[in-house]
């Protein structure tokens, strides 16, 4: 409402009544299953250095860009000013802890189901099998799909790779294998990113972007409850699995990452929420990244 300069839930009622754009971000605030490209793109910064590293290739070798499009960043930032608070030096220094925890997880590279698939001659060959649960309309699949394309398409060894992507809502499971995204879900996409996997249409709403190339190949959607029964017997090198937890109770919780920690290969990476963590709950997922919420399946 403040955003809108709205004062009171009538006045609101009868902008979002009026407004097209307005009324599908208020629905979108009550749906979990709202989502937008590379989502704390530090997080997929870090799943490219594991992928460079298990290469044992460095930044300099190639060309990559995921910091967000500063021109969006403004545009957010004009809709939405950020408040500057100051840290205090405890907050400073547990996040420089983070930071160089964040650093040192490349350090398990050798460890990981990855790296042995791409470096061991009786693992060469085989598939890197990544799965997003809930992949809720496509936007996490299509993100790692893009930063896999651009190293394949720069590096000739890179490994044969396929992405899962699954989730419970048969309506973001059909708006994702059409991909095609509002304005919103593009917020954090990087020029470079925007440039080689999208297309940009002019639409009553707004713009529409439709993502383009080969990077639906990439990616099998699937309408399931994982729950109750998964359509693959495959064990998967990475999960990534965020902002699910926080929705859901205990209960289902300690099942649905039962089903996750059986599906992970031994060395296989758990990518969990920012705000998520597993409290120690599965002895044979340590947690190598505080900052990204990286879990390494200890074999």
Known sequence: MIRVNCSTIHSYYYHIKDDKKETEKFLNGFNINYSFFFRNWEVFLQFENFFLKSLKSQRKDIFTKLTPNPKRIKQKSRKKPIKKIKKSEAKIAFDRSL?????????????????????????????????SCPCASGEEPYSIAMILDNLKRQKPEFPRFKIYASDIDGDAIRKARIGIYNESAMKEVSKYNEKNYFTKNRAPSGFKYSVTGNLKEYIEFIEEDVTKKLHTNLKFDMIFCRYLLIYINRKLRNKFLSIIENRLNPGGLLILGKTETLFNSFKSLKLIDPKNRFYLKIA
């Open 99 to 131: 930071e160089i925890k964040s650093k040192t997880a490349l350090s398990f590279i050798e460890e990981t189901s990855l790296y042995k698939k791409i470096n061991d001659n009786s693992n060469r060959g085989d598939s890197i099998n990544i799965w």
